[in-house]
């Protein structure tokens, strides 16, 4: 559809006149004598000819374009909407917002040489200063200020005048000021109605100065008129028509002279000076690059380009290493930048009925966002940061750092961003230099009460006031301050805390809740205990998300603590994997709810308490009963005398749920949680990769924790079995479905995503007629009774549905003769035939009451059947299943992993797996449960040895019988 529009309106758009005239005089050749057409003739034709061309050509453009406005709808990230920037890290979300009072579009920031400000230029022609958190008036750069009050019109720019680029010099403490329509202007450090320098450069007025920058050592100051065609309210025109007129000159203060360095621009813009003063930027903002003038050495008076960028750069700023920060106005997607390579393209665009809203809407791609670049000296990309959702930040024009932080101005927004850069190196370096201050309300005066801490964050007062608390961030632990009593004025240990504290709060009974931002690992801990390894992390070529991925574990994750008033812990509650809460940063206690803040995230969160005492009592009633076994069944004799050798799995993987061996007897293949199917060479004693059920494995590599994230993207084999006549091997995977594979491996094909026009979302177990080829396969239920047994024929593509509304249906195995099916429901405990060859009325029946809780099942060679048994059953878990509405309760409202929980709990009361082995009939005739077997998901028989697998572990059991 792109092609065909740009297509159109490309055909028309003709080369020169000189090749509009070769195929006039073609076309007007005269066969019988010979000749061509008269001159006069042929400018004739050629004039109609081009005239017809423009008609033509206005026509497709006016066809082409709703053709393309409904293309762009049907077109995906990065046509349109802009691509996040390669390496950027979307972090300015998190910036503080400081809105402006009755102003907008602080395009340029400044701050004066005693640190005061920042000031910014406004829409109304004002410039204020931020004065004690109020904005208050410092200059305007016009005297005509009748009609320039809030609400302010756009229209009146020109008398009222627009400030962009602010810069102060750093020796007299005037502010110079490029102003869009009264050209480069300076007040004094007083503030008033600023002076006018230039207004016009050899005989030609300034119609858009833009920015600027000052060489205080030499008094110049290199400016930029992004055009001498256009205003600045007409900047889209300037853009999309390509203008090149655009200007760098300098401005000598002592001389008052006025020297054009660079012009034929492609809409100057951003200045900025190199630390050294050998060179002065400038940015192209059509062109989406930033231009290198050279001051000094050997290329003193060329220009090179310093750097090419995915967007449009506004404004530069030099930080105090000699960095470059660049404002980029808008990232640009395919479509964008290809208007604006072609002016033909821009000027038609500029001629239909659209609004400027509309033109900037097609520019940006839709989408409001902030893009900030940190270039070298050298031009070289070293940080990109952004608000890809325009979520705090959109359409900034200028990045200013300064003391750790980044002042991000907007022309087009009410306020101006501050994002904190330092967070990171403050923690990592053990600085002491923070301090608790006092102010007394009345006498506005300030008292430094302690000095030299480490990152003091969070305050709180006790319930008597005797004392105050402060926690201090990079030493893992809370002070105590005492304000009355014997101990007045002494500091102390509090509590020592195993992670970095944040927020202290207390609660109506004199308790205090801690938020951590994040817990520490042994690494963490060694790093914040000494300065010096803090300090070389610091030197390497890191990100600050990546100092802050490493200090929190590279996982996100939630922890609150109660301490009580003495500073004993009493409660710790957490979201282990950030399922809904991370990097927490206050914990407040109010009315019966916890709510839960974070500086990092766009949400709070709340919780009810009497919902974590429900889940404290449910859990209670697990340790309590973990003793008593409610086992329904007849029970056999053990067997534990078999020789057992534990095979670890490799590059971290977990979970091998079901074991499979190919026609040869190879193998056992197995599933892991990374979503691999890996295959055991006995002769060789190690694992080699064979299939994988997903083409996706970006993210894919890791342990067991990080693959829970990633099963729904890397896929989740569980049931494996081989065809012994075609060799393939079928996989039941919990995500993608039923799926197949080739005896050679490789990427598995799927054959069935869903069954009765229901998506499958559980695939666990299969069996496989080996005379016909049918699969029987269960599909399970993570909450209630929807599961379902079914089979599928590859011979017709036909599946069938056996039974549904089923409880959490899993392991299931085909019969020696093909009679039954032998299936388990897990969350009942019982194990069902389901016979193939009755009346449907008499094909289920009920075998046993297990005593634990069965997942898959396996047929030996001699038609006996292994089930095995994850854990085993508790009077605890009784009274789960018996009233489903408390496991409902506890997974909708209490923010915590039940799943690891309930593991982590099972590891600690001792409750193993089984494996139990059944009669051809059903009937149990063996009961293996060894202490070291834990969940056990499978056990599979074959050539005099038990294969064990697993759903959480990392290894596999072999077991000579």
Request: aromatic share 10%.
């Amino acid at each position: 559809m792109l092609v065909l529009c740009f297509s159109l309106v490309s055909f028309f758009n003709f080369p020169p006149t000189l090749g509009r005239l070769f195929w006039t005089k073609y076309l007007l050749f005269n066969k019988r004598t010979g000749q061509f057409a008269s001159p006069l003739t042929l400018y004739k034709m050629h004039f109609l000819f081009y005239r017809f061309s423009r008609i033509l050509k206005l026509i497709f453009s006016a066809i082409a374009l709703p053709l393309l406005a409904v293309s762009i709808s049907f077109t995906t990230t990065g046509v349109f909407t802009p691509p996040q920037a390669r390496g950027s890290h979307d972090v300015l979300h998190a910036a503080e917002r400081i809105n402006l009072t009755k102003a907008v579009g602080p395009e340029s920031l400044a701050f004066d040489p005693s640190g005061g400000g920042p000031y910014t230029g406004v829409a109304d022609g004002r410039i204020l200063k931020s004065d004690g958190g109020d904005w208050v008036e410092f200059a305007v750069t016009s005297y005509q200020r009748k009609e320039c009050s809030h609400p302010f019109n756009p229209e009146m720019e020109h008398t009222c005048g627009r400030p962009l680029g602010l810069r102060f010099h750093p020796k007299t403490g005037d502010l110079y000021i490029a102003d869009a329509y009264l050209g480069l202007k300076v007040v004094g450090p007083k503030g008033g109605i600023a002076s006018q320098l230039v207004n016009e450069v050899e005989g030609q007025p300034l119609r858009f100065t833009n920015d600027l920058d000052i060489d205080d050592e030499k008094d110049m100051i290199y400016f930029t008129d992004s055009s001498t065609e256009f205003h600045r309210r007409d900047f889209m025109p300037s853009i999309l028509s390509l203008d090149k007129t655009g200007k760098l000159m300098k401005y000598d203060i002592s001389t008052k002279e006025v020297t054009v360095l660079l012009q034929g621009l492609a809409f100057a813009n951003g200045v900025a000076l190199s630390k050294d003063r050998s060179f002065v930027l400038v940015a192209e903002t059509s062109a989406r690059r930033i231009l290198r003038f050279w001051l000094q050495g050997p290329n003193a008076g060329k220009h090179d380009t310093f750097v090419e960028l995915p967007g449009l750069p506004d404004n530069i700023r030099r930080n105090s290493e000699g960095e470059f920060w660049v404002a980029l106005h808008s990232k640009t997607g395919l479509l964008s930048k290809w208007v604006i390579s072609y002016s033909w393209f821009g000027n038609m665009m500029l001629k239909l009925p659209l609004s400027f809203k509309q033109l900037h809407y097609f520019l940006v791609g839709g989408k409001a966002h902030a893009t900030a670049i940190k270039l070298s000296n050298d031009g070289k990309v070293l940080q990109i940061l952004e608000d890809i959702e325009g979520k705090t930040l959109r359409f900034i024009s200028e990045v200013e750092e300064r003391n750790g932080n980044l002042w991000i101005a907007s022309v087009m927004m009410p306020y101006i961003g501050i994002y904190n850069l330092e967070f990171m190196p403050s923690i990592l370096s053990l600085e002491t230099t923070g301090r608790l201050l006092k102010y007394d309300i009345s006498t506005k005066e300030v008292t430094v009460v302690l000095p030299n801490l480490t990152f003091p964050n969070g305050v709180e007062f006790s319930k008597d006031r005797s004392f105050l608390l402060i926690d201090e961030t990079s030493a893992s632990r809370i002070r105590r301050f005492w304000l009355r009593g014997p101990n007045a004025g002494k500091l102390e240990t509090f509590a020592e805390l195993p992670g970095i504290p944040d927020s202290i709060r207390g609660n109506s009974e004199g308790e205090f809740w801690v938020a951590l931002h994040s817990k520490n690992g042994l690494v963490q801990k060694w790093v914040l205990s000494n300065s010096w390894l803090g300090k070389m992390i610091l030197k390497l070529p890191l990100t600050n998300d990546q100092l802050h991925d490493f200090l929190v574990g590279f996982k996100p994750h939630a922890t609150a603590i109660k301490l009580s008033n003495e500073g004993k812990v009493l409660q710790i509650l957490e979201d282990v994997d950030a399922k809904t809460l991370r990097f927490i940063s206050e914990v407040e206690e109010k009315n019966g709810k916890l709510w839960f803040a974070s500086a990092l995230v766009d949400y709070v969160g709340l919780i009810k308490l009497v919902l974590i005492a429900i889940a404290i009592a449910f859990f209670a009633i697990i340790l309590v009963a973990f003793n008593h076994n409610n086992n329904t069944y007849t029970q056999p004799i053990k067997n534990e005398s078999h020789e057992s050798v534990i095979i670890p799995l490799p590059g971290g993987a977990v979970g091998p749920e079901s074991f499979a061996f190919d026609g040869s007897g190879g193998g056992p293949y197995t599933g892991v949680s990374d979503g691999r199917i890996i295959r055991w060479r006995e002769n060789e004693s190690r694992w080699v990769d064979f299939a994988v059920t997903s083409p996706e494995r970006n993210g894919c590599e890791g342990g067991h924790d990080n693959n829970t994230q990633m099963e729904h993207i890397c896929g989740r084999p569980l049931g494996l079995r081989f065809n012994e006549r075609t060799g393939q091997l079928y996989i039941a995977d919990a995500y993608m479905g039923l799926l197949v594979v080739g005896p050679n491996g490789g990427l598995a094909t799927p054959v069935l995503k869903e069954a009765d026009g229901v998506g499958l979302r559980f695939t666990n177990s299969l069996d496989i007629d080996q005379s016909s080829g049918v699969v029987y396969f269960t599909e399970s239920s993570s909450r209630d009774n929807t599961g379902r047994l079914m089979k599928f024929d590859p011979n017709t593509n036909k599946t069938t549905l056996l039974l549904d509304n089923l409880k959490f249906p899993n392991g299931v195995s085909l019969s020696q003769n093909g009679d039954f099916l032998l299936f388990a429901e897990t969350t009942t405990c019982r194990l069902y035939k389901y016979w193939l060859k009755k009346s449907k009325s008499e094909n289920l029946e009920l075998i046993t009451q297990l005593p634990g809780f069965p997942d898959n099942i396996k047929r030996n060679k001699n038609g006996e059947f292994w089930v095995g048994i994850n854990s085993k059953r508790k009077k605890s878990t009784e009274l789960l299943i018996s009233n489903p509405w408390i496991g409902d309760a506890l997974v909708k409202y209490i923010p915590i992993d039940f799943t690891k929980l309930y593991y982590r709990l099972v590891g600690l009361i001792g409750s193993n797996g089984m494996g139990i082995r059944l009669s051809v009939d059903g009937d149990v005739v063996e009961v293996l449960d060894p202490k070291r077997w834990k969940f056990v998901s499978e056990v599979e028989e074959n050539n005099g040895s038990l294969w064990i697998g697993s759903v959480t572990r990392d290894f596999v059991i072999k077991e000579k019988v």
